[in-house]
């Protein structure tokens, strides 16, 4: 029965949040900040509207640059803004 419960606490959750966006800032010590867009049909103008929304990511070891485009996953509050943490990187900037 003990085993049963390491084994489940090693898998990662699978109901975490997962986006994808670009790196902006690297200023800060083991933080990134990450830009994710979007685009949705406003329902009273039935317009496509483009929204972004920035995400504070933990980033451990400082290896993501801006401009790099990442995917980031919901974690436990790590500070007062930041809830996420950047999983891999899919391009890196030019």
């Known amino acids: 029965m003990a085993d049963e419960k390491n ?3 090693e898998q990662a959750p699978k109901n975490r ?3 994808t966006g670009i790196v902006r800032s690297n200023k800060m010590d083991k933080t990134v900040v990450v830009e994710v867009s979007r685009r949705y049909v406003h329902r009273k ?4 509207v483009k ?3 920035r995400y504070k990511a933990h980033d451990g070891d400082n290896q ?6 990442v ?9 007062k803004d930041k809830r996420w943490t950047v999983t891999r990187l899919i391009t890196a900037a030019k």
């Open 45 to 48: 103008y039935k317009k496509y």
């Open 17 to 19: 949040r997962k986006l």
């Open 64 to 69: 993501y640059n801006i401009g790099d485009t």
């Open 71 to 79: 995917e980031i996953m919901e974690s436990r509050p790590l500070s």
């Open 51 to 53: 929204a972004r929304e």
């Open 7 to 9: 084994a489940a606490a």
